[in-house]
């Protein structure tokens, strides 16, 4: 009779292990502010931007070879950094670096369109930044976009654009289910697809105005029809 006890409290115990919920490691860890790290993404994002613009200042000095050579200085320089940063840290959400920080993150891996590799690294973790609101929902089509361009495939929310050099106005690139597409950018806050081409447009003609005046006789924009 004992014995039989005894084999039914060892199988009871058994079972109840099965069943108990282990340490998956997904538990999110507390995250302290860090200064210092948002600090260096906004003088990195700074430097960014003048090399993502036209060319400006002193920069406008430089031919188009020592220009291009800037650039890519620039983005590929910062990328090594952000890989460093990723490698530790994950994709830098609010709670690390505050809404700017983030968005500064987001930006810089952007521009780093020759690795997609690593772009896609990012977008996989910032999906899980996305669903703890801790990033933003934009940005992350932004990079959706960026990265389906850069691996071959048609985006989905229609931020990437390129332009009509005859008349300025911006268009998308390949762009999947474009019937749609309206629905799919209110879902991640991003306004309608023509109000957007709209403002893309207008920076493009400002950007290139003395081509579309002098070359093109072109005095204002093309714009889309909003309902």
């Known amino acids: 009779m004992n014995k039989t006890l ?9 079972l109840s292990c099965k069943d108990t919920p282990k340490d998956t490691g997904l538990i999110k860890k507390e995250v302290v502010f860090n200064q210092a790290l948002a600090d260096e993404l906004s003088k990195m994002a700074e430097l960014d931007q003048v090399a993502a613009y036209i060319p400006q200042g002193k920069h406008k000095e430089l031919s188009e070879n020592s220009w291009n050579t800037f650039k890519d200085s620039v983005f590929t320089t910062h990328e090594k950094r952000l890989q460093e940063i990723f490698n530790t840290h994950g994709f ?22 020759h690795n997609p590799e690593f772009q896609t690294k990012v977008l996989k973790q910032m999906k899980i930044e996305i669903e703890n609101n801790n990033a933003d929902p934009s940005d992350y089509g932004l990079l959706v976009d960026r990265v389906l361009l850069n691996t071959g495939k048609a985006q989905v929310y229609g931020t990437q654009v390129t332009y009509n050099m005859n008349t300025g106005q911006a268009y998308p690139k390949p762009l ?11 879902s991640i806050h991003l306004e309608p697809l023509e109000a957007y081409l709209n403002t893309m447009t207008e920076m493009h003609f400002e950007m290139n105005k003395d081509y579309y005046l002098k070359d093109k006789g072109i005095l204002e924009p093309k714009l889309y029809p909003i309902e």
């Open 6 to 14: 005894n084999l039914i409290c060892i199988v009871l115990i058994m």
């Open 92 to 113: 830098t959400g609010y709670d690390l670096v505050g809404k700017e920080g983030a968005t500064n993150f987001w930006l810089m891996v952007q521009h780093s369109d």
């Open 176 to 186: 999947s289910d474009s019937i749609n597409v309206n629905e799919r950018r209110k």
